[in-house]
T-cell receptor, first 110, second 110 residues
Framework: SQTIHQWPATLVQPVGSPLSLECTVE??????LYWYRQAAGRGLQLLFY??????ISSEVPQNLSASRPQDRQFILSSKKLLLSDSGFYLC?????????FGSGTRLTVV | KNEVEQSPQNLTAQEGEFITINCSYS?????LHWLQQHPGGGIVSLFM???GKKKHGRLIATINIQEKHSSLHITASHPRDSAVYIC????????????FGTGTLLAVQP
């Protein structure tokens, strides 16, 4: 069965600092990978998805970027965090049998 | 516009009660996920269904495709069922992305 490792679980970062969140998938190959974000009081919203190595699509304009350097590795980054980047970030994978979710990262930008 | 709407937002029940959470979704969504999120914890997929009914232990999920409506039922509720329950619609096409509802916060009191 699939497992997603996502870290860190919580993160407090100052405004203007860089960000790197990593997600790795075990138990499958060539999955679709996703980064979702939940802002306060709202549902999770898709930020980026990837159908393969080096292939990244963005759903919404933002201060963030994503990369997929290996088949089972998905990274979310920012060069300079904004207060509005605070939220709950969730990595997920899809293989056609269903979705698997990481444990999420709660980011607070101060 | 792809939407998923959930109700109620908050639900308090006494131990042993039968609980129902509802989810309505818009055109373009081919399947529904029901997810569970414990406070501070990650997200666990409970069900994915595109027709009919699924049962796992005390949890039952149903979907009516014509009415674009799904329900999650919990029989003989227990305090350990306290969590946020989220429905998410699978929007197919190239992305297979999820459109999330805002969640239902369930508190089961002993």
């Amino acid at each position: 069965s699939q497992t997603i490792h996502q870290w860190p679980a919580t993160l407090v970062q100052p405004v203007g600092s860089p960000l790197s969140l990593e997600c790795t998938v075990e138990g499958t190959s060539n999955p679709n990978l996703y980064w979702y974000r939940q802002a306060a009081g709202r549902g999770l919203q898709l930020l980026f998805y990837s159908v393969g190595i080096g292939q990244i699509s963005s759903e919404v304009p933002q201060n963030l970027s994503a990369s997929r350097p290996q088949d089972r590795q998905f990274i979310l980054s920012s060069k300079k965090l904004l207060l509005s980047d605070s939220g709950f970030y969730l990595c997920a994978s899809w293989t056609g049998y269903g979705y698997t979710f990481g444990s999420g990262t709660r980011l607070t930008v101060v | 516009k792809n939407e998923v709407e959930q109700s109620p937002q908050n639900l308090t029940a006494q131990e042993g009660e039968f609980i129902t959470i509802n989810c309505s979704y818009s055109v373009g969504i081919s399947a529904l996920h029901w997810l569970q999120q414990h406070p501070g914890g990650g997200i666990v997929s409970l069900f994915m269904l595109s027709s009919g009914k699924k049962k796992h232990g005390r949890l039952i999920a149903t979907i009516n495709i014509q009415e674009k409506h799904s329900s999650l039922h919990i029989t003989a509720s227990h305090p350990r069922d306290s969590a946020v329950y989220i429905c998410a619609g699978l929007y197919g096409g190239a992305t297979n992305k999820l459109i999330f509802g805002t969640g239902t916060l369930l508190a089961v009191q002993p």
